[in-house]
């Protein structure tokens, strides 16, 4: 048992506590990681307002990177002392999916079996639940939910690699595979979004058009490779990116996770085009997709989970473009808080403030 600081939820839209709690020892099969960073991103944020729920009180958190400090008896992979990327999908190695290079979907996984059904966190002997709880000094989990990477690495970057990149580059170059000269719209330019049109600059799409309420969003993204910006609340998107392309677009992604905006990417590929929907909505959400168009067009709708990654390849290779200089995560990262502001790090995303805000822990 080890004693650790971390933020737990207790009730839907009630602050975070910041409390000391005990964190179980590893089983056979995995480490315990020390938190470096860990990112603030909205699907924690669905969790906190109720929209997707969890058993409470719960620990959150899923976009981490840190280093290894204890191991269990089985584990191979990685050693203490060893830097580390967190991944939110850890996979079995040996069903169907992962035999067939699509580790994001191991069946394993989904069935629960890996991440463990049991508490492993507690307060006062009364269990708290978690899977990658990142919002926490110390995790336990599967040695497949951690990548090492080079001692070159710094963790904050490597942080913004266990969601944000792998999942919004992956859906570009994994899920969708878009080509080069490739148009692209991005309906919803968060801290995902921006990384779906640095993915679409990765692969020289001839024109990446963003689409968002917020101006400041649009025009952070055009730093990040967007050439043109559309403001949803000014004009109808789906009218303005037919308009810029004559018809539409080939590749449009959804990275908000709505009924309507995934109407809009549908609605604003042309003939032929691929629609992907990057974004979770509230459970039991449906979105209206026109039958005949889809026939008759041969549209393709497609979803994307963790940006179809397989993380051991994907993210030592999303790395190596950050090094190339084709990636760029540091100006991504406006803002970094100690675990203690944690509230204030949601209500800053809540206000909609762009870029990616980090919690950091001290060393
Ligand atoms: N039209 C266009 N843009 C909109 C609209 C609208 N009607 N409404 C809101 N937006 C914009 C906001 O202004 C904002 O810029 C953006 O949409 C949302 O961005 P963020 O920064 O608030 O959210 P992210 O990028 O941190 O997270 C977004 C996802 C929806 C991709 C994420 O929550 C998600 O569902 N991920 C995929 C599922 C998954 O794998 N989850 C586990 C880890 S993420
Ligand atoms: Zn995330």
Request: glycine share 10%.
């Amino acid at each position: 048992m080890r004693t650790m600081k971390a933020a737990v939820l207790y009730q839907y839209n009630e602050p975070l506590v910041i409390e000391q709690v005990q964190l179980d020892d590893p089983g056979p099969n995995d480490v315990i990681v020390r938190m470096a960073a860990s990112g603030v991103c909205r699907s924690d944020y669905h969790v906190m307002r109720g929209e997707t729920h969890r058993p409470l009180p719960a620990i959150l958190g899923h976009e981490a990177a840190g280093r290894i400090v204890e191991v269990g008896t089985n584990v191979t992979r990685v050693r203490p002392g060893d830097p580390v990327i967190v991944c939110f999908a850890p996979y079995c190695g040996h069903c169907e999916y992962c035999t067939s290079g699509r580790q994001n979907l191991c069946e394993t996984r989904r069935s629960g079996a890996l991440l463990g059904t049991q508490a492993r966190r507690w307060k006062d002997g009364q269990p708290i639940t978690g899977t990658t709880a990142t919002f926490a000094e110390y995790s336990v989990m599967h040695e497949s939910g951690v990548v090492p990477v080079g001692p070159d690495v710094p963790l904050e970057v490597g942080a913004l690699i266990g969601c944000a990149v792998t999942t919004g580059v992956g859906a570009v170059l994994n899920t969708a595979q878009v080509p080069p000269g490739s148009t692209v719209a991005v309906i919803g330019c968060g801290g995902v979004g921006l990384n779906v049109i640095q993915g679409a600059r990765l692969v020289r799409a001839s024109r990446i058009i963003a689409v968002d309420i917020s101006l400041d969003k649009l025009e952070f993204a055009r730093r990040f490779g967007a050439t043109d910006l559309i403001d949803a609340r000014e004009e109808d998107p789906v009218q303005a990116i037919r308009q810029l392309t004559n018809g539409g677009v080939d590749y449009a992604f959804e990275v908000l996770g709505s009924s309507a905006t995934l109407r809009t990417a549908f609605d604003a590929i042309h003939q032929g085009g691929t629609a992907v929907a990057v974004g979770l909505a509230a459970t039991g959400e449906e979105a209206p997709i026109d039958i005949n168009t889809l026939v008759l067009s041969e549209k393709t709708l497609k979803g994307s989970f963790y940006g179809s990654s397989r993380t051991t390849i994907d993210m030592p290779r999303y790395l190596n473009f950050v090094r190339a200089g084709h990636l760029d995560l540091d100006a991504q990262v406006t803002r970094r808080y100690p675990l203690e502001e944690i509230n204030e790090a949601y209500e800053a995303l809540n206000r909609g403030e762009v870029g990616r805000g980090l919690i950091v822990f001290a060393d």
